[in-house]
């Protein structure tokens, strides 16, 4: 693969104690092979694990976690969270007051004055605290929400599993495609500064640092005023997300088994790297993932149930949540793949296309366009609901046609659609009189 360093090393490489080595394996920009963000493979030897994932006992109230030594930064499951800065996680992780070469200066500036290969070695401290293993770390940007509706600062105290946080179903045993969405804080929620909000939404553009649950889920570790400030913008927050991952064998062309690792690329492709082609060690990619005690869980459920709950935010997060997509609509918006206005005139016959679409395919384009409140829905909805399709179609084409902003004319014209179609289709009425 070609790298767009080439074969220099990172100009801001940290220096970690000696016993640590963070080694760049490989990196990709973000167009290269319809990559959906630029990034980089690392290996991680010596790591300190200091930051780690960890299953609880079946007994606990959590599934999975991501630990700072005995400290809960995120919980899949049910709980609270709580977690000090990032600069405070350099410490407590090298037990050091943090030196100069510790600091991540530029992580505050915008994106676009500062490269993803500038910023990468400012991770390589942060990166050092992890278990040993192979890692990537994706220059992509997150929804500041957790993808059910909640605030990222205010992910709720849930026993049950959310959309977000797991693998998306979509049915007849296919599966979407994992990859970095939404995020949750993990600082507490008293932490917040308006002062410091409105300081990046004047400086708008900076990265945050986020590290993959899994699903779509990401823990925020690091840039929460980042997020609070992207979000009373209406905007997604850039973030740098790191991801581990795990060897794995695959048979090759001339079918011999062989090591590899494989990276999320696209919405439903993989990249894969060959251990024997890049000299990679097989054994530092399967990492055994440590199981928490039922004493140091019950440990962390009493800490946890400590960490006060009742701080409410100056802002309106819950107005602030409901502009974002939620896991299904994200969910429904990678399985339709992108959207152009090229492909959209093509459906409509303008352009020359495959030229026949299935109903499964209109109901998943007319999910996308409702979900994205795409500026040609109406006009799409518009044309499917005049065709010659099942009721279950077209009652999916006028229920996406709904995310439209409400407007009187759109008002009479569901009124319209209600009178044309009320007779062969109820369903279809049932649904246009709940709109009122």
């Known amino acids: 693969?070609?790298?767009?360093?080439?074969?220099?090393?990172?100009?801001?490489?940290?220096?970690?104690?000696?016993?640590?080595?963070?080694?760049?394996?490989?990196?990709?920009?973000?167009?290269?092979?319809?990559?959906?963000?630029?990034?980089?493979?690392?290996?991680?030897?010596?790591?300190?694990?200091?930051?780690?994932?960890?299953?609880?006992?079946?007994?606990?109230q959590s599934m999975l976690c991501l630990m700072l030594g005995d400290t809960p930064l995120f919980q899949l499951l049910g709980g609270e969270y709580f977690c000090p800065t990032c600069e405070k996680i350099l410490r407590s992780g090298y037990g050091l007051e943090q030196p100069e070469q510790f600091r991540m200066v530029r992580i505050n500036e915008s994106k676009d004055k500062v490269s993803f290969p500038e910023i990468l070695g400012e991770l390589y401290p942060l990166l050092g605290l992890l278990d040993d293993g192979y890692y990537t770390v994706w220059d992509t940007s997150l929804y500041p929400t957790d993808g059910n509706g909640h605030f990222f600062w205010e992910f709720p105290n849930n026993p049950v599993p959310l959309p977000g946080t797991c693998e998306y179903y979509y049915g007849n045993c296919e599966y979407a495609f994992p990859r970095p969405h939404f995020t949750v804080g993990t600082q507490p929620r008293e932490s917040y500064n308006a002062e410091r909000m409105e300081y990046y939404r004047n400086h708008p553009g900076a990265r945050a640092i986020a590290y993959f649950m899994g699903g779509y889920m990401t823990a925020l570790l690091d840039g929460h005023h980042k997020a609070v400030a992207a979000a009373v913008e209406h905007e997604k927050v850039n973030a740098l997300v790191i991801v581990p991952e795990f060897v794995g064998p695959f048979i090759g062309e001339d079918g011999m088994r062989r090591d590899k690792i494989s990276c999320m690329r696209s919405f439903r492709n993989e990249e894969v790297f060959d251990c024997e082609t890049y000299h990679l060690d097989s054994n530092l990619g399967r990492f055994p993932m440590a199981v928490i005690s039922k004493e140091l869980a019950d440990r962390i459920t009493l800490y946890m149930e400590q960490v006060p709950l009742t701080y409410r935010f100056s802002i309106n997060t819950e107005e602030l949540a409901g502009y974002y997509p939620s896991a299904d609509d994200v969910a429904v918006i990678d399985r339709a793949g992108e959207i152009t206005d090229e492909r959209l005139d093509e459906w409509l016959g303008r352009l020359p296309g495959k030229g026949s679409y299935t109903e499964d395919d209109v109901c998943i384009l007319m999910r996308a366009l409702g979900a994205m409140r795409h500026e040609r829905l109406f006009e799409m909805g518009d044309y499917f609901s005049r065709q010659h399709y099942t009721g279950d179609t077209l009652y999916v084409v006028m229920e996406a046609m709904m995310r439209l902003p409400r407007t009187p004319e759109l008002e009479n014209y569901f009124i319209d659609r209600m009178v044309e179609l009320e007779d062969d289709y109820p369903r279809i009425k049932d649904l246009i009189l709940s709109y009122w």
């Open 1 to 60: 693969m070609r790298s767009f360093w080439g074969k220099e090393k990172l100009t801001k490489e940290r220096e970690l104690q000696a016993s640590t080595k963070i080694e760049l394996v490989a990196s990709w920009e973000q167009n290269e092979g319809g990559r959906f963000a630029s990034g980089a493979l690392v290996a991680v030897k010596n790591g300190r694990g200091v930051l780690h994932e960890a299953v609880l006992e079946p007994a606990a």
